[in-house]
């Protein structure tokens, strides 16, 4: 298994210019998000998926677009770069089970990262 | 909703002695509570997680955290520190909740190793 992908590692972009990070999972994982890590903030949830064709926003979704039309991909989409995007980004995905009929979470398994640098 | 607050932004320790690393949570439900490593420009690693079993969890690398819920803490301690340990730890929660939920990361806490 080679777990979660993501493309590219390292993206330069220009202030209005749009791009799509891609995140794919091999492990048959129902749940993938998006997180962007800033320093000494943490991980913050940008938008997340429960299935395919299910996408919902996180904490800071605004400036993001998501899709999910298969189990395996979980791409997302900067509509126009600004400087206040430059961060570095994270996919995950998760299995997800049921204990006394209410969904539970599973750890996340994060890919290697995207360090995006918008000028 | 759940959060996370991990009491300490920065812990320096000497190499050999023990590490502690505080975390408190806030949660509706019982929580599933997880520990994360993450090494310098490296991605996120998982050291342990708590899933309503023993609140004692043994993670890697020697490890472990108590889920003490009158006190809604998950500290994570280490009897004697590497100076491989030092990285950034991230304490996360997630509700048993209804089916939307998801996990909310602590702001972290930046571990050095003194030789």
């Known amino acids: 298994n080679a777990g979660v992908t993501q493309t590219p590692k390292f993206q330069v972009l220009k202030t209005g210019q749009s791009m799509t990070l891609q995140c794919a999972q091999d492990?048959?994982?129902?749940?993938m998000s998006w997180y962007r890590q800033d320093p000494g903030m943490g991980l913050r949830l940008i938008h997340y998926?429960?299935?395919?064709?299910?996408?919902d926003q996180g904490e800071v979704p605004n400036g993001y677009n998501v899709s999910r039309s298969t189990t395996e991909d979980f791409p997302l989409r900067l509509l126009s770069a600004a400087p206040s995007q430059t961060s570095v980004y994270f996919c995950?995905?998760?299995?997800?089970?049921?204990?006394?009929?209410?969904?539970?979470?599973?750890?996340?398994?994060f890919g290697p990262g995207t360090r995006l640098t918008v000028l | 909703a759940q959060s996370v607050t991990q009491l300490d932004s920065h812990v320096s320790v000497s190499e050999g002695t023990p590490v502690l690393l505080r975390c408190n949570y806030s949660?509706?439900?019982?929580?599933?509570l997880f520990w994360y490593v993450q090494h310098p420009n490296k991605g996120l690693q998982l050291l342990l997680k708590?899933?309503?079993?023993?609140?004692l969890v043994k993670g890697i690398n020697g490890f472990e955290a108590e889920f003490k819920k009158s006190e809604t803490s998950f500290h994570l301690t280490k009897p004697s520190a590497h100076m491989s340990d030092a990285a950034e730890y991230f304490c996360?929660?997630?509700?048993?909740?209804?089916?939307?939920?998801?996990?909310?990361f602590g702001p972290g806490t930046r571990l050095s190793v003194l030789p």
């Open positions: 995950a995905s998760s299995p997800t089970g049921t204990t006394s009929g209410r969904a539970t979470r599973n750890e996340q398994f």
């Open positions: 492990m048959n994982h129902e749940y």
């Open positions: 998926s429960v299935g395919a064709g299910i996408t």
């Open positions: 949660s509706s439900y019982s929580p599933s």
């Open positions: 708590y899933t309503s079993a023993a609140t």
């Open positions: 996360v929660v997630s509700d048993r909740g209804d089916y939307g939920q998801n996990f909310v």
